[in-house]
């Protein structure tokens, strides 16, 4: 299988106002040090370091992409009411994986919510829009500081998936 580069893909598959909050996603996740590699023909994952933070996606028939940024067991504090409010807006009610799950990593709650489906991709947003985008960045930046600042490592595998 020929790689693509996701920003071709971006633009071949996505309309308009998501087009440009995903190529805003990817620019901001290039500067941070976190490139998508291309997995299969329609997933990226975005690694940091060899930890993976998130897939891409993508739906060509649909013209859609969903956006699965690992998580933890994070305290309710530490993201803002709103954020959190768009996490739940976006996390699974019941095991229903889109078939890429393999639950390796449970969780007992989601932001201190117990309502949800918790494990570490139970929150995807599709054809995100720029509030979405802003919340993905403060997840992956929270998952980021939890690899890399050794919090929960012991509980996280280094690449699972």
Known sequence: MPKKLIEDVINDTLKSDTQKNISDLIAWLRENKMN??????????????????????????????????????????????NLKEIVWANALKEKNCHGSCHCSYKLKTIFERKDFYACAQAVTFTNPNAADIECIKELIKMRKDVLMNGKLMSALPRNFE
């Open 36 to 81: 998508p590699a291309q997995s299969s023909a329609t997933t990226w994952k975005i690694h940091s370091k060899a930890c993976v933070m998130c897939y891409f996606r993508f739906d060509f028939d649909a013209g859609d992409i969903r956006i699965t940024p690992f998580i933890c067991e994070y305290k309710h504090d530490s993201l803002a009411d």
